[in-house]
């Protein structure tokens, strides 16, 4: 399915309202409900850190691998679209995969929390991005690196 960011923001807001989220709610949104959008900020911030813990946590179907390197190593079980990692200290590798796809589905969380949030104040997100993108094409190399 393919659609803007703007459908995005429309039926992911959609579906939230229609799953209860927003029960005793008033929408939209008037920008200045302190508390709760904190409380917004916060599942958009717990989505992030599900995202680095998937990175920092091995994943169920890790492949981990002690070998004496002497010539070659024969990787088996590597599936497509893995990310693989080889680090070496003297002659032991460790050799790691990571299925992409818990990834993906961390950043559609945060993608998915961003754009409900966006809905309920009645922000266009596509545009708003649109225009960031191109303030960042006009910044430095590495700007403030």
């Not at 960011?5 to 229609?18: F, T």
């Not at 989505?47 to 920092?56: A, D, G, L, N, T």
């Not at 754009?115 to 191109?134: I, N, Q, S, Y």
Request: hydrophobic share 40%.
């Amino acid at each position: 399915m393919t659609m803007t960011i703007s459908e995005l923001v429309r039926e992911v807001h959609k579906n939230a309202v229609a799953h209860g989220f927003y029960e005793g709610v008033a929408l939209p949104l008037t920008g200045n409900e302190t508390e709760w959008l904190l409380s917004k900020a916060a599942l958009i911030h717990s989505e992030v850190s599900e995202f680095v813990e998937e990175i920092r946590k091995p994943p169920p179907d890790l492949l981990v691998r002690d070998v004496q390197a002497t010539e070659g190593v024969l990787l088996k079980g590597v599936r497509p679209g893995e990310v693989i990692t080889v680090s070496g200290a003297g002659e032991t590798l460790f050799i790691s995969t990571r299925d992409r796809g818990h990834l993906a589905e961390e950043l559609a969380d945060i993608l998915i929390r961003t754009a409900d949030l966006a809905g309920a104040l009645e922000l266009d997100l596509e545009a708003a991005t649109v225009a960031k993108m191109r303030k960042n094409q006009d910044r430095p190399y590495k700007h403030g690196k």
